[in-house]
């Protein structure tokens, strides 16, 4: 969804390194999400906000961090990149009216590989 | 707790062909349904979702899905593939006692053969 975009797109960094990832978007949404996806694993989450001065740890949040820089701006970083994060990550939105309803979107994704 | 399953990694068929993806669900609450597709270096993009209503759901690019509670399932189906078909699966679902976290299956991969 040309809405949320993501930078960067793909990434390679080495073991030990600090890395942030952005994700913004135009839709206006109050709650913004980070996921990460792994083959054969489906999606999962990392953190999750619903709004500025709110956010939550996902099922998976050791060795990251985010933060809600505004309404329209979510950041997932690691602090100490390892292997076993390489992955594809995604940022979603959603309304946050709608309650349970609500559908997320996401955005194109991230391709981190760390060596 | 919410969960999801899609019991198949790889559906295979030929185009002009019926295609089936299948979700199975478990739930506390009711349950919302959704299905995600993401095509090659794509993000996810939103298909359809069950909320209430209609047990049969229409979505975007000839989609559409089957809700049957007593199956608890939640299957994607198309008439008539499409090569352009061809891509990555994921359904998700998110119980009525909650409003934010979805659960994802692990995907399925479909290929549409010319």
């Known amino acids: 969804d040309a809405d949320v975009t993501q930078t960067p797109r793909n990434r390679i960094t080495k073991t030990g390194k600090r890395i942030m990832l952005e994700c913004s978007q135009t839709?206006?949404?109050?709650?913004m999400y980070w996921y990460r996806q792994d083959p054969g694993l489906g999606l999962r989450l990392i953190y999750y906000?619903?709004?500025?001065?709110?956010?939550n740890k996902g099922e998976i949040s050791d060795g990251y961090s985010v933060s809600r820089q505004a309404q329209a701006k979510f950041s997932l970083s690691l602090e100490s990149a390892i292997p076993n994060q390489t992955a594809l990550y995604f940022c979603?939105?959603?309304?946050?009216?709608?309650?349970?309803?609500?559908?997320?979107?996401f955005g194109p994704g991230t391709r981190l590989t760390v060596l | 707790a919410q969960s999801v399953a899609q019991p198949e990694d790889q559906v295979n068929v030929a185009e002009g062909n019926p295609l089936t993806v299948k979700c199975t669900y478990s739930?506390?609450?009711?349950?919302?349904l959704f299905w995600y597709v993401q095509y090659p270096n794509r993000g996810l993009q939103f298909l359809l979702k069950?909320?209430?209503?209609?047990?049969l759901v229409k979505g975007s690019y000839g989609f559409e899905a089957e809700f049957n509670k007593s199956q608890t399932s939640f299957h994607l189906k198309k008439p008539s593939a499409l090569v352009s078909d061809s891509a990555l699966y994921f359904c998700?679902?998110?119980?009525?006692?909650?409003?934010?976290?979805?659960?994802f299956g692990a995907g399925t991969t479909v290929t549409v053969r010319a």
């Open positions: 839709k206006g949404h109050d709650r």
């Open positions: 979603a939105t959603q309304r946050g009216t709608g309650g349970s309803t609500d559908t997320q979107y």
């Open positions: 906000s619903f709004d500025v001065k709110d956010i």
């Open positions: 069950y909320i209430t209503g209609d047990n």
């Open positions: 739930v506390s609450g009711n349950p919302y």
């Open positions: 998700a679902v998110r119980d009525s006692t909650n409003d934010y976290k979805l659960s």
